[in-house]
Nanobody, 125 residues
Framework: QVQLVESGGGLVQAGGSLRLSCGVS????????MGWFRQAPGKEREFVAA????????FYTDSVKGRFTVSRDNAKNTVYLQMNSLKPEDTAVYYC??????????????????WGQGTQVTVSS
């Protein structure tokens, strides 16, 4: 089992920044990829970013490239999502997720075995 706990959400004005954290515990040695997803009201959950557990590879959806950065702190077993130049359309509940096997479809939520509880990010205009 893997446990995930997100933190760092909140209310910020457009153009501002937030850093989300995802604390990872349990059988961390089984993890291949960590992902960040988000879900806005009335919309489907969508992929935001992912990082390999080795932190060698990172992936982003086009709408956040150049604004968001995903990273991992090995010593703290924590994955971060640094969000800069936030826009109102970034408003959503953000979830971190872990998957325990490799595939090229890192952007599909169904690929992930474990999920955190989510943290709300609200960007005001």
């Amino acid at each position: 089992q893997v446990q995930l706990v997100e933190s760092g959400g909140g209310l910020v004005q457009a153009g501002g920044s937030l850093r989300l954290s995802c604390g990872v515990s349990g059988r961390t040695f089984t993890i291949d990829t960590m992902g960040w997803f988000r879900q806005a009201p009335g919309k489907e959950r969508e992929f935001v970013a992912a990082v390999s557990w080795t932190a060698i590879s990172t992936f982003y959806t086009d709408s956040v490239k150049g604004r968001f950065t995903v990273s991992r702190d090995n010593a703290k077993n924590t994955v971060y999502l640094q969000m800069n130049s936030l826009k109102p359309e970034d408003t959503a509940v953000y979830y971190c997720a872990a998957r325990t096997y490799y595939s090229t479809q890192y952007y599909l939520s169904g690929q992930y075995n474990y999920w955190g509880q989510g943290t709300q990010v609200t960007v005001s205009s």
